[in-house]
């Protein structure tokens, strides 16, 4: 088991940056991929970006590409997401994911395919 926590989220304006963090506790992150994920009011939760066990290898949605970076750090048990150049469409909930996987470099897009999740961080950017 991994209890996840997400914090970082807040109010910002049009061209802002958020550094979203995901604190772990429980297990060693080592064997899980992390994601973050979106859902914003009325529409289906989306795939942001993943990060493999190692953090070598890191996948993006083309809507953030360019704009977000995804890390990790096994040994704080911690994974964030810079979000830089905001825009109102990045408005949602973030979640913060872990998916058991075998091999290093597999993630997965899909939140079906992942174990664990947060509660939640909201992220509001304002015109």
């Known amino acids: 088991q991994v209890q996840l926590v997400e914090s970082g989220g807040g109010l910002v304006q049009t061209g802002g940056s958020l550094r979203l963090s995901c604190a772990a506790s429980?297990?060693?992150?080592?064997?899980?991929?992390m994601g973050w994920f979106r859902q914003a009011p009325g529409k289906e939760r989306n795939f942001v970006a993943a990060?493999?066990?190692?953090?070598?290898?890191?996948y993006y949605a083309d809507s953030v590409k360019g704009r977000f970076t995804i890390s990790r750090d096994n040994a704080q048990k911690t994974v964030y997401l810079q979000m830089n150049n905001l825009k109102p469409e990045d408005t949602a909930v973030y979640y913060c994911?872990?998916?058991?996987?075998?091999?290093?470099?597999?993630?997965?897009?899909?939140?079906?395919?992942?174990?664990?999740w947060g509660q939640g961080t909201q992220v509001t950017v304002s015109l």
């Open positions: 994911a872990a998916d058991i996987v075998y091999y290093d470099g597999t993630v997965d897009i899909s939140p079906d395919g992942y174990d664990y």
């Open positions: 429980g297990r060693t992150l080592h064997n899980y991929a």
């Open positions: 990060v493999s066990r190692s953090g070598a290898n890191t």
